[in-house]
């Protein structure tokens, strides 16, 4: 991260905020790491702020819920140590068969040969976006185009670079995003899931939440069969 910040930085970019969800904050370039230190008193600066207005951090929370929306989320993982079942999850997620009650898409790139079959729901909300950093591949307004489509060289290809681990998000129009992906260092396949409820509706949010958690390990992972 701080790597990628100042060579940013020598192309003449202005970076304010770096992250990572597990680890902490990077701001600007006071400190070229996640630390934590350096993001409280970022923080004390916020909170001085908003007292000397009368507010806290709550009211100034609650005041970006009303202004973005209410979201929430889970994060959370399964133990895989099997290098071939992990791969075997991640194939059936990209090129799986039909099963009962899950559409899936019929995307045949001509340019490569094979054929992405990812789910177009999950927990019963639809796909609105794919990005697969594993094969290439990514769609905005999933639900809005034809399940089959060929797919010419060139099409569909992500902004972000594409890589030899397993990565691969969904956006749904509930106003959920999951990201699952495989750990780099422990035996894990780690998912990252947030629903964003765009009218404040809080029991609404976590009740979708709850919903498309239940789908990542029922119908993408298959943790139950898989005893995961």
């Known amino acids: 991260m701080a790597n990628e910040l100042e060579a940013l930085q020598n192309q003449g970019y202005f970076i304010g905020l770096g992250y990572e969800e597990a680890i902490g904050y990077m701001i600007h370039d006071h400190v070229l790491d996640k630390d934590g230190v350096t993001a409280l008193a970022v923080f004390v600066q916020l909170a001085a702020r908003l007292h000397a207005k009368g507010q806290n951090v709550g009211d ?34 990209r090129y799986g068969t039909a099963e009962p009650g899950i559409e899936r898409s019929e995307y045949r790139r001509t340019h490569t040969g094979d054929v992405l079959r990812y789910p177009l729901t999950i927990g019963g909300f639809p796909v609105s976006y794919i990005r697969d950093l594993t094969v290439g591949f990514e769609m905005r307004d999933v639900d809005k185009q034809a399940a089959s489509l060929d797919i010419a060289e060139g099409e569909c290809l992500p902004q972000f670079p594409v890589s030899s681990s397993h990565m691969i998000t969904f956006e749904t129009r509930n106003g959920g995003r999951l990201t699952m992906r495989t750990s780099g260092t422990e035996p894990k396949l780690k998912y990252y899931l947030e629903v964003r409820n765009s009218c404040n509706d809080r029991t609404k949010a976590a009740q979708d939440l709850n919903t498309m ?13 898989g005893r995961l």
Not at 213 to 225: D, F, P, R, T, Y
Request: glycine content about 2%; hydrophobic content about 40%; charged content about 20%.
């Open 213 to 225: 958690s239940q789908a990542v390990a029922a119908e993408l992972v298959h943790a139950k069969e």
């Open 60 to 93: 100034y929370l609650e005041s970006l819920y009303a202004k973005y929306g209410y979201y929430t989320s889970a994060n959370s993982y399964f133990l895989c140590p099997d290098p071939v079942k992990m791969d075997q999850i991640f194939s059936r997620i």
